[in-house]
């Protein structure tokens, strides 16, 4: 920059693939206020509780080649990834993973008021924004997603942990820019389960470049009303076969 001598320059360089790891259950963690750069979290424990994350910058996450296969690839993506239960990450920032930025799988889980933007810079098909394999209730509310290479937010239910009477929540997200390298995309994506009859309300939802909110084949039990979509393929695709409540969109 500004003509200067690249050999006098500072140059930042990953250094290890995760800065906070275990095996072992964590209870009643707090980070606040931290940085992490081309790094990552991993905490698989599924005993894991009440780990909180608040007003975090998560940049450059994972840093991986380009996938060699969709095998290989999951194997070695390395997002945020959480485990537990009573996991959240409110006014957080995700930016510049290579592949996904976060994984959160468990019950009781929050994401508010965070911003995703430029992940998933290979586009990679089995990489999103954010990541959800919820068995149990989930908010993912007031958050922004732009510039993500592929998919924003997907959300796969593990069904056989996860009680018919939770009632999750995705609203007042404002979600654009979204599929940036790759058509096969969605804004919101809900593949082939029962989402429990899941809110997915009042967000904004445009400039996708695929389909801005989209049910995949054999999926049921969606409550899909008060969005707004726009400037995209497709605004609503719903694949499924039956519950749906899909109204005031």
């Not at 390395?78 to 994984?103: D, H, M, T």
């Not at 593949?191 to 009042?202: C, D, E, I, L, M």
Request: proline letters at 3%; aromatic letters at 10%.
């Amino acid at each position: 920059p500004d003509g200067s001598d690249p050999n006098e320059a500072e140059v930042m360089v990953k250094h290890r693939d995760f800065v906070i790891t275990g095996d072992e259950a964590l209870s009643h963690v707090t980070i606040e206020g931290v940085d992490f750069f081309a790094t990552s979290v991993h905490l698989p424990d599924v005993g894991n509780r009440n780990i909180s994350f608040s007003d975090v910058q998560f940049t450059y996450i994972g840093e991986e080649l380009l996938y060699i296969d969709r095998k290989y690839g999951r194997a070695i993506d390395k997002p945020i990834w959480v485990n537990g239960s009573r996991i959240s990450f409110e006014e957080c920032l995700f930016a510049g993973a290579r592949n996904s930025a976060l994984k959160v799988t468990g019950s009781d889980v929050t994401v508010h008021n965070c911003v995703f933007m430029e992940n998933n810079r290979h586009a990679h098909f089995e990489s999103r924004a954010l990541l959800l394999e919820p068995e149990g209730n989930y908010r993912v509310t007031r958050n922004t997603f732009f510039n993500n290479g592929s998919d924003e937010i997907f959300i796969s239910p593990v069904l056989d942990k996860m009680a018919e009477a939770v009632r999750p929540e995705v609203g007042y997200n404002h979600i654009l820019n979204g599929g940036l390298y790759n058509t096969d995309c969605s804004g919101v994506y809900m593949p082939t389960k029962s989402q429990r009859f899941a809110a997915v309300h009042h967000n904004w939802i445009h400039n996708i470049n695929g389909v801005a909110m989209r049910m995949d084949l054999a999926g049921m039990e969606l409550n899909l009303h008060h969005n707004v979509f726009w400037e995209s393929q497709k605004a609503i695709s719903i694949e499924g076969y039956r519950d749906f409540n899909i109204y005031n969109n």
